[in-house]
T-cell receptor, first 114, second 113 residues
Framework: GQQLNQSPQSMFIQEGEDVSMNCTSS?????WLWYKQDPGEGPVLLIA?????ELTSNGRLTAQFGITRKDSFLNISASIPSDVGIYFC??????????????FGKGTHLIIQP | DAGITQSPRHKVTETGTPVTLRCHQT?????MYWYRQDPGHGLRLIHY???????DKGEVSDGYSVSRSKTEDFLLTLESATSSQTSVYFC????????????FGPGTRLTVT
């Protein structure tokens, strides 16, 4: 099946720093999604990308759909303590679209040091 | 917040016993999903449903069955629980305008001893 590779696996940063993470796939995706999971809760959708080259922002978060359609990037500017959590990239399991489920990366753990 | 609840939220059971997890939605969405989350694996799809009585298998369906007799309820059953099924289970529903955009419940932490 499809696999999504996220990097880095974890990040230790200082409050106020900018954060960058990425997700790559061996196959082409038509949609990229970024989720965040807080401890003890379900993932929450942050950003959805539908077109190669697309750049979309949600507050301090900016995500890009790679031109090759095999990668995506998520940036967080001026990190704050509530940004702590696990960030997942995801894409449709098959060409049938998300109706038959999503494939998730293994996540990037973001830890903010005081 | 999408109206998704899961029950129970925590369960400890013994190997070989049957277990049923329930997902309930108040959004009247057609599509519902069950995922499991394990350290080092992210979230993996177990089963999904595209309507009442319409279900299909996901990536890790062995040992699990599902049923959907009403739009609002999607049940996940472990017929005979094994220790490898110790995990956190999440239910999700799809956004009505885009099945790519899925909304997750709070999760059920299942421990099989």
């Amino acid at each position: 099946g499809q696999q999504l590779n996220q990097s880095p696996q974890s990040m230790f940063i200082q409050e106020g720093e900018d954060v960058s993470m990425n997700c790559t796939s061996s196959s082409i995706f038509n949609t990229w999604l970024w989720y965040k999971q807080d401890p003890g809760e379900g993932p929450v959708l942050l950003i959805a990308l539908y077109k190669a080259g697309e750049l979309t922002s949600n507050g301090r978060l900016t995500a890009q759909f790679g031109i090759t359609r095999k990668d995506s990037f998520l940036n967080i500017s001026a990190s704050i303590p509530s940004d702590v959590g696990i960030y997942f990239c995801a894409g449709p399991t098959s060409s049938g679209g998300g109706a038959d489920g999503l494939t998730f990366g293994k996540g990037t753990h973001l830890i903010i040091q005081p | 917040d999408a109206g998704i609840t899961q029950s129970p939220r925590h369960k400890v059971t013994e190997t070989g016993t049957p277990v049923t997890l329930r997902c309930h939605q108040t959004e009247n969405h057609r599509y519902m999903y069950w995922y499991r989350q394990d350290p080092g694996h992210g979230l993996r799809l177990i089963h999904y449903s595209y309507g009442v009585k319409d279900t299909d298998k996901g990536e890790v369906s062995d040992g699990y069955s599902v049923s959907r007799s009403k739009t609002e309820d999607f049940l996940l059953t472990l017929e005979s629980a094994t220790s490898s099924q110790t995990s956190v289970y999440f239910c999700a529903i799809s956004h009505p305008d885009s099945t790519y955009e899925q909304y997750f419940g709070p999760g059920t932490r299942l421990t099989v001893t």
